[in-house]
């Protein structure tokens, strides 16, 4: 709570105006306050960003040589989630420079994701969407390789997330066997059914309270409220717009209202 402008806002007012100059300054010191905090929130969040928006591509260039060395196909992976994410000038230098640091051979995975936690604590939602978007990067290239796997395992256990690696991988095998399908092709049920994360003998009020908090998980609007850079409000879109194909293949197939 800040304080210091009410109180030297009261002791001056009280020594220009005694009792009314002293609540003149109390409440202009209260003012004063107030819009320190709101730039240092704007600050902070501003840091949250960058520190997010830097993790998440030198992570990525770490998970990209996990399975031996970086390729082309693992630098057309990054090149391509920059171009989703519409990035460039500035922001795409940014980009490229964290992901080569990601690739070096001395890269403190721990210490980033130490950093990135700090930074993050308390927004869960982030968090799971930093390892959605490494276990996107792990997966495009149509294979886990055990190092990934490794490595995913202690960015989720670093996250507090451990516990839904599993369920976590297997959506989003699904969500990237969607994408790999024809254009048109409907999303098969099996995937549907793995990338809301529920099993085919689930009610539908089960799946429908999952469908809902997978939602708002993803929300865009409220991933970037809680700090999520704006540049990568495209990939929580994709995400939300994937649930949303699931949901709706499997309300069709048991003709839910």
């Keep these: 709570m800040r304080i210091w402008g009410k109180i030297f806002g009261f002791i001056i007012g009280f020594m220009f105006g005694r009792f009314f100059g002293a609540i003149l300054g109390l409440w202009l010191g209260h003012a004063f306050d107030k819009r320190q905090g709101f730039k240092s929130l704007i600050r902070k969040g501003s840091e949250r960003q960058a520190m997010f928006f830097n993790s998440t591509f030198a992570v990525m260039g770490h998970v990209a040589k996990a399975s031996g060395r970086v390729t082309e196909t693992d630098v057309r992976i990054a090149t391509l989630l920059m171009d989703q994410m519409k990035l460039s000038g500035q922001s795409r230098v940014d980009a490229q420079t964290a992901f080569r640091q990601g690739r070096q051979a001395d890269f403190d995975l721990l210490k980033?994701?130490?950093?990135?936690?700090?930074?993050?604590?308390?927004?869960v939602e982030l968090a799971q969407m930093f390892l959605e978007i490494?276990?996107?990067?792990?997966l495009t290239d149509g294979e886990l390789h055990a190092n990934e796997k490794q490595i995913l395992s202690v960015i989720a256990a670093k996250l507090g997330l451990g516990a839904q690696l599993d369920a976590l991988l297997a959506r989003w095998q699904a969500e990237f066997s969607h994408h790999q399908a024809p254009q048109g092709n409907k999303i098969s049920l099996i995937d549907a059914y793995l990338l809301l994360g529920v099993k085919e003998s689930a009610s539908d009020q089960d799946i429908?309270?999952?469908?809902?908090?997978?939602?708002?998980?993803?929300?865009?609007?409220?991933?970037?409220?809680?700090?999520?850079?704006?540049?990568?409000?495209?990939?929580?879109?994709?995400k939300a717009q994937d649930i949303q194909v699931a949901y709706e293949r499997i309300k069709t197939s048991r003709g839910m209202r």
């Design 112 to 123: 980033q994701l130490e950093l990135f936690r700090q930074a993050t604590q308390g927004r």
């Design 134 to 138: 490494q276990i996107q990067t792990a």
């Design 208 to 238: 429908k309270r999952t469908y809902r908090k997978l939602m708002n998980e993803h929300h865009p609007d409220k991933l970037v409220a809680k700090g999520l850079p704006a540049e990568m409000m495209e990939l929580a879109k994709t």
